[in-house]
């Protein structure tokens, strides 16, 4: 897969950031632009003159301001240019977005914000550290399947949105047929148990994907385990090794969190009904936003640096693979992936701590059962779980990959 750019050395694209306006024209306090005169409007947007050398005019009437996703913020538009990593200087940004140099700097600011690092060099003009793969529908699309298009169905992307389980929730009375959205920015993304999930502009993948079920919600016991190994498949597809699976829903390599996983049921308790599958990867985290985050945590940069995956290459097999095990799943349930589960468990035979019922006892993980529920064993007789929270005891995560004992790959 092509390199997204979100090796280690990208990294500092989310760190500190740089102030510096890249020409004194792009602050509001700075002076106007010159020749501000509204020349006609396209899309909505007055265009005015600006000043720019020869080389920039013919740069901006060679370059097709990229589409944005539904529901984008101004800030969108400068990002797409300035995504491939190139040198842009405010003027040329005004001039092809058709907007002030100040408009420029505020929405500069915006992404800044967002935890993006962005250069200014005086002068010159403004650039990312590293360059930025935005999410887009066609060439996530494209690497689906073409045997599961059909079942992965509509795919929507936003810019910003609260949640995308919540938006596939909302709509849901609206179509039976499956579909997906992503976004760039969730505002309220959520975890399990409540957690909110945060992920920093372009540093991840933040996806949801509806499905009806005609049986009840009781057949869909084990949907969260083989929603993740649905995503360890896709991680494969894209050369990705090494991560395993926490029960019930976290995607983890050497004992850090990678990803998560949130299944949300909406319908008739006895069917139809339909699951949200909320799914959440960490592709690339700053120091910065990793510090915020209060658990231990990794990313695909720090398991594959040098060969991170392409962001829409890996959402496009994620939904595929994904589509393709809820197939099976609908007529088979877990038991049809209880042996694959087996293969990934990163819990097996590991001390952990068990909080259920208001209680936290020791126990030892002893597998799952062939509907997903965890197996324990407590003061030697085995307990079987279907929720609860699980952390593993100071020193039982291996100092290699998370892989069960006796595994291929377990060392």
Known sequence: MADAGCGPAARARLGTVQRTPADSADTPSGPSPAKRTPQARRGGTARYTVAVSRLESHRIANTRVPARPRGSAPAAGVLALLAAGEEWSG??????LGITRAAVWKQIE??????????????RGYRLDAPVELLDASRIEAAVSPEQRAQVGAIDVRWQIDSTSSELTRTAGASSAPCACLAEIQTAGRGRRGRSWRM????????????RFDGGMASLAGLSLVAGIAVLRAFTDCGIAGPALK???????DGRKLGGILVELGG??????HAVVGIGINLCIGTEQGAAIDQPWTDIATLAPGAVPSRNALAGRILSRLAEALDVFSSAGFAAFENEYAQHDALHGRDIVVSAGGEAWNAIANGVTSRGALKVVREGVEVRLDSGEISVRSGAWPATACMPPGSAKHR
């Open 247 to 253: 029960w019930p829903n976290d995607i983890v390599a």
């Open 200 to 211: 920093p502009l372009g540093g991840g993948i933040a996806l949801s994907y509806r499905r």
């Open 110 to 123: 915006q992404l800044r914000a967002r935890g993006l690092m962005v250069h200014a060099v005086a002068g």
């Open 268 to 273: 008739d308790a006895l069917g139809p009904c």
């Open 91 to 96: 003027s040329a940004l005004a001039a092809t």
